[in-house]
């Protein structure tokens, strides 16, 4: 409960009641000397045996008012000693009445007692009625009103003496009244003085906390934008590092600049570059997660912190998506302002595990953004920039690539060294990008392959081979076995089977004249799932080969329930030898287990004349690489065919 100082209030309380006691001995005293002959002393007794009573009991009120009023008291404990008080108060009176009752001697007269006894109990009724004044008026009205009625009753002489009486008690009354209404009204003013204090103070209270939230604020956010502020930033990737770093998670920071903001500035004036940065601020605040803090560090400076980044991708997507609202056109005074953004990006922990750095980079990174032309993004290390870009674009160019069937097979021989025949050619594809040029495969398979665009592909490729083979042998040339690669994701794809039927007979391509290649990681990735796989191929009398031999990691055990014919040698192993002992000693083993377990072999990448004979020498007389040739257009291979076949 609320606390109240009233000092003052207990003081005033403190002196009424020693002003009361001082003025009932007074009275006491005044009384006994002007009635000792007239009245018998035992009545003289009880009236000062009663009064007596009620001193103590007011002498006790006041010592322990006196014992508290240094403390602070509440609106309750000083209503609860008031009410103490007034009931002494009332007692008093009806202790008075009594005695001037007795005074009279007037036994009989019970009326007069009972008249009495009601009227200082109405008055008590009364005191409760109204908060101060009522008790006084009704004491006043009370003691009155007896001595009224009791001078009626009297002869001539009494009446004298009631009426001294009559006066010395009004006298005494209206001064305590006067003196206590005083006290009282003074005690409630400053009641509520305190009260209103109080009030004041907490008002004032509440406007120095709201003030210090504005204040706060503006230390904190960026005036024209209501963006957080440097500063704030600041402590928000602190705190985002320390979180990520309890947690394990990633952050990337994104430190966006306005291309060319000076210029919107310098020739349209600050204000339309304001209404400019409000724009941007709005824009921005669209595309951030919740979770992510914008700030503006400053100028057209605004950065990004966004916590619990799952990959790369996801910021170099958020990143597009920047760039894009940014480049929409800003309607300012029926206006249209055409800005573009330069975006840096730095990740927590790959760059960097300190705050300071990590803004470092993201700023450096910006400013690579703008060497590379502005309206991009750019990571700080490279080599991010270098995979997102080629991401981004390669995902979005090569579902158009599908489309556009931009893809080209090449064919690349397979030759049997022991006297130069072809067996085979494997169909190697090719991405005729429009600004890019002829892409190998190894720009853009493993993108397919993680964006499941590779069945696509493989479909594409596999009908365009198909295609070529079959006209091929039409024609009168025979070109051995073509080895398709097929990515796991497309043999486990539902209807692979279907497809590759479909193919077959729309080319009335024989089972026989195909083999598939999966590569060995492929395959034991999921090893079991594969082997399903692979044998309902093989029970179409496709050939199987297990394609990059050597860099998987292969249970020999598995290899011989796969249902395979064919292991390819990885060309990694063919480039040293027979120079490294160590490459010589795998080459050996892989042909040995091919031999154990029943399968041909075939080497890749062979380029040298020393290489072709190490590994002829060692059994494995199938060999592809460039010594024979490189992988080709149909055309040319077409010709290459045509010597064969001569
Ligand atoms: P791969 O199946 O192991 O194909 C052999 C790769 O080695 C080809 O690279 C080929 O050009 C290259 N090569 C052949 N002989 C030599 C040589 O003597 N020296 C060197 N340095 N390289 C040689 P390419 O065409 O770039 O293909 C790379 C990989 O991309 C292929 O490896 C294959 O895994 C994959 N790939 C190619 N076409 C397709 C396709 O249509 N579908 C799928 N799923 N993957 C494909
Ligand atoms: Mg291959
Ligand atoms: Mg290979």
Redesign the pocket.
């Known amino acids: 409960m609320q606390k109240y100082v009233t000092k003052v209030a207990v003081d005033r309380i403190y002196d009424n009641a020693r002003n009361g006691i001082i003025g009932h001995i007074v009275v006491l005293f005044l009384t006994a000397l002007l009635f000792w002959n007239k009245i018998p002393t035992n009545i003289i007794v009880i009236g000062i045996v009663s009064h007596s009573f009620l001193i103590l009991r007011r002498s006790y009120l006041r010592y322990k008012y006196f014992k508290v009023k240094d403390d602070l008291l509440d609106l309750e404990e000083i209503n609860s000693w008031m009410r103490k008080y007034r009931r002494c108060m009332f007692l008093s009176g009806l202790a008075f009445g009594l005695m001037i009752f007795f005074f009279q001697g007037l036994f009989s007269e019970y009326h007069f007692l009972i008249l009495t006894i009601l009227i200082g109990l109405s008055a008590g009724g009364l005191y409760t009625l109204g908060e101060v004044f009522s008790i006084y008026a009704s004491y006043v009205l009370a003691m009155l009103s007896t001595a009224l009625v009791w001078m009626l009753l009297q002869d001539a002489y009494v009446y004298t003496v009631g009426a001294v009486l009559i006066i010395v008690a009004i006298y005494y009354y209206l001064s305590m009244a006067r003196r206590y209404e005083n006290n009282f009204k003074q005690i409630i003013i400053e009641q509520r003085n305190v009260a209103q204090h109080m009030k004041k103070q907490e008002q004032m209270q509440d406007e120095l906390l709201k003030q210090k939230d504005i204040l706060e604020y503006q230390a904190t956010h960026d005036a024209l934008t209501g963006l957080p502020n440097r500063t704030l930033f600041n402590d928000r990737l602190e705190q985002s590092i320390q979180k990520a770093k309890r947690n394990g998670t990633h952050i990337a920071l994104f430190f966006i600049d306005l291309d060319h903001f000076k210029e919107i500035n310098d020739s349209l004036g600050h204000h339309i570059g304001d209404e400019v940065l409000k724009v941007i601020a709005s824009r921005l605040n669209l595309v951030i997660r919740l979770e992510d803090t914008l700030a503006r560090l400053g100028g057209d400076e605004f950065t990004i912190i966004m916590e619990n980044v799952q990959n790369v991708q996801y910021s170099i997507v958020f990143s597009q998506k920047i760039l894009k609202v940014l480049l929409e056109p800003i309607s300012i005074n029926s206006q249209k302002l055409y800005l573009s953004s330069s975006i840096g990006i730095s990740l927590f922990p790959q760059d960097t595990t300190d705050a300071n750095n990590l803004l470092k980079y993201a700023d450096t990174a910006m400013y690579k953004a703008k060497a590379e032309g502005r309206n991009n993004f750019q990571f700080y290390s490279k080599e991010m920039t270098e995979l997102a870009f080629e991401r981004v674009i390669m995902v979005a160019s090569l579902k158009q690539a599908i489309k556009k069937r931009e893809f080209v097979v ?1 064919y ?1 021989t397979q030759i049997d060294a022991r006297n130069n025949n072809l067996v085979g050619v ?4 090719r991405w005729e990008h429009p600004t890019l040029g002829l892409l ?3 720009k853009f ?1 493993p993108l397919a392959e993680d964006t499941g665009l ?1 069945i696509d ?2 479909t594409l ?1 596999m009908e365009m081979a198909m295609e070529q083979v079959s006209k091929w042998r039409a024609n009168g040339l025979n070109p051995g076995i073509l080895s ?4 796991m994701k ?1 043999l486990n794809h539902d209807s692979f089977i279907l497809v590759l039927k479909d193919k077959m007979s729309k080319h009335s391509f024989k089972s026989e004249w195909l083999e598939l ?1 999966v ?1 060995e990681n492929d395959v034991m990735k999921r090893p079991k799932e594969a082997a399903v796989k692979l044998k309902e191929i093989s029970e179409l009398g496709i050939k199987i080969a297990i ?2 031999f050597g860099t998987g990691y292969s249970s020999l055990s598995y290899l011989k329930r796969l249902p395979i014919d064919i292991l ?1 040698i ?2 990694s192993f063919i480039r040293d030898i027979p120079g490294s002992e160590d490459d010589n000693a795998i080459v050996k083993a892989v042909i040995a287990i091919s031999k154990s377990l029943k399968l041909d072999v075939i080497a ?4 040298t004349e020393a290489q072709r004979d190490f590994v002829l020498e060692n059994g494995c007389y199938k060999i ?4 024979y040739s ?2 080709m257009p149909a055309n040319e291979m077409e010709e290459k065919l045509k010597e064969f076949n001569q």
């Open positions: 090449y690349q494997e169909a190697l594809v190998s495969p190894a398979i590779i592909i493989d490729v398709l690669n097929l990515a497309q290649e590569t394609d990059d390819k990885d060309q890749e990448g062979v380029e592809q690489g460039y010594y490189k992988p």
